[in-house]
């Protein structure tokens, strides 16, 4: 099948979601400039076009994210195609680890991949990050608890960090 893509309607805002035979390759909740560059950037990296087509991993990833909404889901069971460089998908590894409802700082993330000081490097893997909420880059948050950098807006990271303890547990809400 061809790469296929659709936007869906959520709580939080309208996400572009795309995907290839292989897996899902965006989650995108930012501007329409930044939609409409991410969706360049992936028919750049994939040497094809995606249209809006059906395709049976757009359903289940729709799906699962309805559940995440509705606070029935904590973890994401889909294959991802996300194509980066060998540091990024270290650092995409390491947040899909990140419990639901749990925060961790850059400096806490550098030192987990064994690069401490490595907190700016971390913030710009998490940048690239094309599949968020599924690979929840939203977690990872400033050393002193405040919020930083979110291709979504930060109202938007606050808005799921809200969210997610809102159906976690008071004392699991701390970091991981």
């Not at 069971?77 to 899909?96: F, H, I, K, N």
């Not at 971390?122 to 948050?141: D, E, Q």
């Not at 809102?166 to 991981?176: I, V």
């Amino acid at each position: 099948m061809p790469p296929a893509r659709r936007v869906i309607d959520t709580p939080l805002a309208p996400l572009m979601i795309a995907t290839t035979d292989r897996g899902i390759c965006l989650v995108e909740m930012g501007t329409p400039d930044r939609v409409s560059r991410e969706q360049t950037e992936l028919e750049r990296a994939f040497g094809e076009s995606f249209s809006e087509t059906d395709h049976p991993l757009l359903d289940r990833l729709e799906e699962q994210l309805h559940e995440y909404f509705a606070g029935r889901r904590t973890e994401f069971s889909l294959p991802l195609d996300t194509p980066g460089t060998a540091w990024q998908r270290r650092v995409w590894d390491e947040l899909a680890r990140i419990p639901f409802g749990h925060t961790v700082s850059y400096g806490q993330m550098a030192a987990r991949l064994g690069n401490p000081g490595g907190s700016r490097a971390v913030g710009l893997a998490n940048g690239r990050n094309r599949v968020s909420i599924v690979i929840p880059c939203h977690r990872v948050i400033a050393s002193d608890g405040t919020l930083h950098g979110y291709g979504g807006g930060l109202d938007r990271k606050r808005w799921l960090l809200e969210h997610e303890a809102a159906y976690t547990p008071a004392q699991l809400f701390a970091p991981a």
